[in-house]
């Protein structure tokens, strides 16, 4: 009689063995966790890279002013504008490269007036979203309210005596919508955040159904 319920107890014992065993998951979810986490970095880095083009574009098409000198600013809309330093440009037929001469903007004089030839103020900007994207090669360091489009006249001239040619570039902020738009870092960035989620979620659940400290539920 007790033989009979011995091998009954080890037969139920390795049948429940046996219905564990085959609920231990396969380590291809380690696998899926990292191919989802690599898929999340790619798209920020992808992000990254939309942001790096758009903001580089809207820089190409800004106007160049040489200092010293003037210019004739055709702005195409009212609102916010930047005044950019750029270190290394192109006006023209001529290269403009200030890089280790001038790493911060030398002091000047610039004013700009409206197409009524009212003058417009311009006050520093401590806005340095260019550079986030161009390794410094372009940073704002003024900015000014444009009543409405039209036709703005800007003047610039060193303050020290200096012979120096220097290049900037004026229009709206380059970074506009670049950083909050799903195509952008915050797009990227949010990809990225869900797939570390998920990939953590994953892997852990793995790990510990396979080391056996959990154990699925027999409803």
């Known amino acids: 009689m007790s033989e009979s319920v011995s091998a009954s107890e080890s037969a139920s014992e390795s049948a429940a063995a046996s219905g564990v065993a085959r609920r231990v998951p396969s380590r291809g979810w380690y696998g899926l966790a990292a191919v989802v986490l690599l898929i999340g970095a790619s798209?920020?880095?992808?992000?990254?890279?939309?942001?790096?083009?758009?903001?580089q574009?809207?820089?190409?098409?800004?106007?160049?002013?040489?200092?010293?000198?003037?210019?004739q600013l055709e702005l195409t809309r009212a609102g916010r504008h930047l005044v950019y330093y750029e270190r290394m440009g192109v006006v023209g037929d001529e290269q403009i490269d200030?890089?280790?001469?001038?790493?911060?903007?030398?002091?000047?004089?610039?004013?700009?007036?409206?197409?009524?030839?009212?003058?417009?103020?311009?006050?520093?900007?401590?806005?340095t979203e260019a550079q986030m994207f161009n390794g410094g090669m372009a940073s704002s360091e003024w900015?000014?309210?444009?009543?409405?489009?039209?036709?703005?006249?800007?003047?610039?001239?060193h303050s020290n005596p200096i012979e120096d040619r220097v290049l900037l570039a004026v229009g709206p902020p380059v970074a506009d919508g670049v950083l909050s738009a799903w195509t952008g870092p915050f797009g990227g960035a949010s990809v990225l955040a869900f797939s570390f989620v998920f990939a953590a979620i994953v892997t852990l659940v793995t790990w510990a159904l396979r080391r056996g400290d959990v154990t699925p539920r027999e409803d």
């Open 143 to 157: 900015e000014f309210e444009s009543p409405a489009a039209g036709t703005y006249r800007m003047t610039a001239a």
């Open 43 to 55: 798209a920020f880095s992808a992000s990254l890279g939309v942001a790096r083009a758009q903001v």
């Open 57 to 71: 574009g809207r820089l190409a098409e800004m106007i160049r002013v040489v200092v010293p000198g003037e210019a």
């Open 98 to 127: 200030t890089r280790e001469r001038f790493a911060a903007l030398p002091k000047m004089n610039v004013d700009l007036y409206g197409p009524d030839g009212v003058r417009v103020p311009l006050t520093r900007s401590s806005d």
